[in-house]
């Protein structure tokens, strides 16, 4: 059985502890208590709050938290506190490393659940975890400690690396390629058939899609993202990447390295994004387009040309977002300049009637 079960409130850290596993140093008291982490407005005693500048650590002093986590230097704006504090150069990571420290673990015990099915010459790595209705077609590849989830389907030919997850009713079509560390959530489809249809007469024949989908080391992917399958060739994510819910990567995609593509993005057919590029939510790329490296795309945008590296664009169709911003505030101005406007084609008419008179 898979545990999820939060760490038990038995197990404490001192803050000396959690110092030594950030890197940090402490002011005031060395030996509080930690039990847990929590926001400002939730903190209870025990629990460790994260407070990136003075008007955070500010409402954080008047919270119950029994520490605060926070840097040198906005510490140095409030001498002779009371309260201990656990001082880092950079509070974002360190708090994050708090998080892991008390993440729910999984305690998966190696084996594999009666109700499996397991095809033929399938080759299993060491201590790896196949949950209840789980199926594994034939000539599957599964690396050392790599976790199925109940419901998990994976095609014929399938390949998946050391320490993957794949989380509940997960679906992998035949051919696929998963990396190591990955963590794919509840619903994800990879390698369905991309969205292809030539016109024949009044009918739309299927265009046959007969490539892979190869997922790079370390990528998560949230719950319901779908990957389709290359036409020919692969579509491609790149190591590192991270998708959010409700993601769509058309078929012969190419997603760089450590990309991020937050919720309900879609990427269309043959579209190219380089490494670091960022596509805020609901956001969406046009097919055979390219992205450059560290391209910034903002929410609900529409990509319908190539954009550099480096570039920040925003709106339909995306633009650089410095000119887009001076369009939304022209466009603002808009109704008032139509008053204006209207003023003045009235007074000339008014000047032309008077001049026809005289």
């Known amino acids: 059985?898979?545990?999820?079960?939060?760490?038990?409130?038995?197990?404490?850290?001192?803050?000396?502890?959690?110092?030594a596993l950030v890197g940090g140093t402490i002011q005031g008291e060395r030996e509080g208590t930690i039990t847990g982490v929590a926001s400002v407005e939730e903190a209870e005693p025990g629990d460790l709050v994260f407070a990136e500048s003075a008007r955070f650590l500010a409402a954080a002093l008047s919270s119950r938290a029994t520490a605060i986590l926070t840097t040198p230097e906005t510490a140095a704006a409030f001498p002779d506190l009371a309260r201990p504090l656990l001082l880092v150069a950079d509070p974002r990571a360190a708090f994050v490393r708090v998080l892991e420290a008390f993440a729910p673990s999984m305690n998966a015990a190696p084996g594999i659940h009666p109700s499996a099915h397991i095809g033929t010459d399938v080759r299993l790595g060491a201590e790896i975890h196949i949950?209840?209705?789980v199926t594994v077609g034939d000539d599957v590849i599964l690396g050392d400690r790599v976790h199925l989830l109940p419901g998990t389907r994976i095609g014929d030919g399938c390949e998946?690396?050391?320490?993957?997850?794949?989380?509940p009713n997960v679906v992998l079509y035949p051919r696929v390629r998963i990396g190591k560390r990955c963590r794919l959530h509840a619903g994800c489809v990879i390698g369905a058939d991309g969205f292809g249809y030539i016109p024949v007469g009044m009918?739309?024949?299927?265009?046959?899609?007969?490539?892979?989908?190869?997922i790079g080391d370390d990528v998560e992917m949230g719950a319901n993202c779908c990957v389709d399958r290359a036409?020919?060739?692969?579509?491609?994510?790149?190591?590192?990447?991270?998708?959010?819910?409700?993601?769509?990567?058309?078929?012969?995609?190419?997603?760089?390295?450590?990309c991020l593509l937050i919720a309900q993005v879609g990427i269309?057919?043959?579209?190219?994004?380089?490494?670091?590029?960022?596509?805020?939510?609901?956001?969406g790329v046009v097919d055979h387009v390219t992205l450059g490296d560290g391209v910034r795309v903002a929410a609900q945008s529409g990509v319908i040309g190539n954009v550099p590296a480096g570039q920040t664009v925003t709106g339909f169709p995306a633009r650089p977002h410095a000119k887009k911003m001076r369009e939304y505030a022209a466009a603002a101005e808009l109704p008032e300049a139509l008053k204006r406007l209207r003023a003045l084609e009235k007074r000339l008419a008014e000047l032309e009637a008077r001049q026809d008179k005289e």
Do not use: C, Y
Request: glycine content about 14%.
């Open 231 to 258: 036409k020919t060739g692969a579509t491609v994510v790149g190591p590192g990447t991270k998708l959010d819910n409700l993601v769509h990567v058309g078929h012969n995609a190419r997603v760089g390295a450590s």
């Open 131 to 133: 949950g209840a209705d």
């Open 1 to 19: 059985m898979t545990d999820l079960s939060p760490r038990p409130a038995f197990l404490q850290w001192t803050l000396s502890e959690i110092a």
């Open 268 to 283: 269309a057919g043959s579209a190219t994004l380089g490494n670091g590029v960022i596509l805020a939510g609901q956001s």
């Open 203 to 214: 009918a739309l024949k299927k265009v046959p899609h007969l490539g892979t989908v190869e």
């Open 160 to 167: 998946i690396g050391d320490e993957t997850i794949l989380f």
